[in-house]
């Protein structure tokens, strides 16, 4: 699975941006999808993660609340909503993919996901 993120670019504090996803090369509806984001000097960390049949979000604390995830299994799309952004959401964002049979919180590791995108880059600026 090929996976390709856009809607990265600079916006002020408190604006909003939306990150698309788009995978290609596989059977999109098989995937638990995601994303995980890596600022500067700092470790990768998971955001979200949506399940197979959009019935589960399991978001990261700091930002529940701002961000939505949520996907189109007919434009083989993920999507990360962001709201209310912050300085400390400037980051590397990386979509991901994953075959995993079951949902549970280990969907917060890295280790989980087969499949990475490129990532795109959001800048919050205060």
């Known amino acids: 699975v090929q996976l390709q993120a856009f809607g990265g670019g600079s916006v002020q504090a408190g604006g909003s941006r939306r990150l698309s996803c788009v995978a290609s090369g596989g059977t999109f509806s098989r995937y638990v999808m995601g994303w995980f984001r890596q600022a500067p000097g700092k470790e990768r960390e998971f955001v979200a993660a949506?399940?197979?049949?959009?019935?589960?979000?399991y978001l990261r604390d700091p930002v529940k609340g701002r961000f939505t995830i949520s996907r189109d299994d007919a434009k083989n799309t993920v999507y990360l909503q962001m709201s209310s952004l912050k300085p400390e959401d400037t980051a590397v964002y990386y979509c991901v993919a994953s075959g995993a049979s079951s949902w549970s919180r280990t969907l917060q590791l890295p280790s989980q996901y087969h499949y990475w995108g490129q990532g795109t880059q959001v800048t919050v600026s205060s």
């Open positions: 949506i399940s197979r049949d959009s019935s589960s979000t």
